[in-house]
DNA sequence: ATTGTGGCCTGCCCGC
DNA sequence: TGCGGGCAGGCCACAA
């Protein structure tokens, strides 16, 4: 699925997308509209405009319109993939299927130049939205600062993979990341958020950064060593056991009680 | 305010 | 071989 790595592939792609003017918006799925936003307002916003940067926060991808104070937000939920030029911004996506079925498109922008902008999502959990509100976000997590990562975990009883995964607090983090993270640090996912110490926070803070480094430098089609483990019999990459499987936030967590604590 | 839960959405996989 | 049920999780609304 789309998290932080992905997006940021996808941020790159949508690279190529800036500085051309948008000659048509096509809706494919009414449904794919988020936050209030129709064809029409979307329209008046885009067409015969130019994008003059595409930005990431979190899992959000923003494109600033130029000339204008809009923005246009894009979401990716967990099967969402960004398409210029037919281009693909990654190769692969867990959970997602590989095929290219143009009645997934849900989004798409045509430019002058004949080249395309389409965001295709077969399961509709992404979205397109205008001027989306940046500022519920918290500090994204491929920078976060260690005082940063303290605020968004210090005095919580919430189970620490939780409040990793509050996107309000600190954006960026999915189940398969917050995982991947937790692992690396050796800290459980039921640890209450707050209970922390000092040098476990600062192990948990330079895993976070290090982790999303690694999976952006991979391209975001790597989701990390736990990954291939995330199933029955699944055993710990570092130590052997069999990984115990929990549902924490909501979420399916893969974790190894032997050496996470 | 904080924390937890359920619903949305649909392709895919498993068991019958 | 076809079919139905369960699963996947980002995000949001809502409850306690």
Redesign the pocket.
């Known amino acids: 699925?789309?998290?932080l790595p992905e997006v940021e592939a996808y941020r790159r792609l949508a690279d190529k997308a800036l500085g051309r003017t948008v000659a048509s918006v096509r809706i494919g799925?009414q449904?794919f509209l988020?936050?209030g936003t129709d064809a029409c307002r979307l329209r008046r916003a885009l067409v015969g405009k130019a994008f003059a940067a595409a930005r990431r926060r979190?899992?959000?991808l923003v494109l600033d319109v130029d000339d204008s104070d809009r923005r246009l937000g894009l979401?990716?939920?967990?099967?969402g993939r960004l398409h210029v030029d037919g281009a693909d911004g990654v190769d692969r996506l867990?959970?997602?299927?590989?095929?290219r079925?143009e009645?997934?498109d849900r989004f798409a922008l045509r430019f002058t130049d004949g080249g395309s902008l389409v965001v295709s999502d077969?399961?509709?959990?992404?979205?397109v939205?205008l001027d989306?509100d940046e500022d519920?976000l918290g500090p994204d997590a491929l920078d976060v600062g260690r005082a940063d990562l303290h605020r968004a975990l210090a005095?919580?009883?919430?189970?620490l993979k939780?409040?990793l995964?509050?996107?309000?607090r600190l954006?960026g983090?999915?189940?398969?990341?917050?995982?991947e993270v937790l692992w690396r640090a050796g800290l459980s996912p039921l640890r209450?958020?707050?209970s922390l110490t000092d040098a476990e926070e600062r192990r948990l803070h330079g895993h976070v950064r290090r982790t999303l480094e690694e999976l952006v430098s991979a391209g975001g089609s790597h989701l990390g060593e736990l990954m291939p483990e995330?199933q029955v019999g699944g055993r710990c990459p570092r130590c052997g056991a069999e990984l115990r499987?929990d549902?924490v936030?909501?979420?399916?967590?893969w974790w190894c009680p032997a050496h996470q604590r």
């Open positions: 699925m789309p998290e799925d449904r988020r936050g979190g899992k959000l979401r990716f939920g967990m099967t867990v959970y997602a299927s590989d095929r079925l009645a997934w077969p399961r509709l959990l992404g979205g939205v989306p519920v005095g919580s009883t919430a189970a939780a409040r995964m509050d996107q309000s954006a983090l999915g189940n398969l990341v917050a995982d209450p958020a707050g995330r499987r549902r936030g909501g979420r399916s967590t």
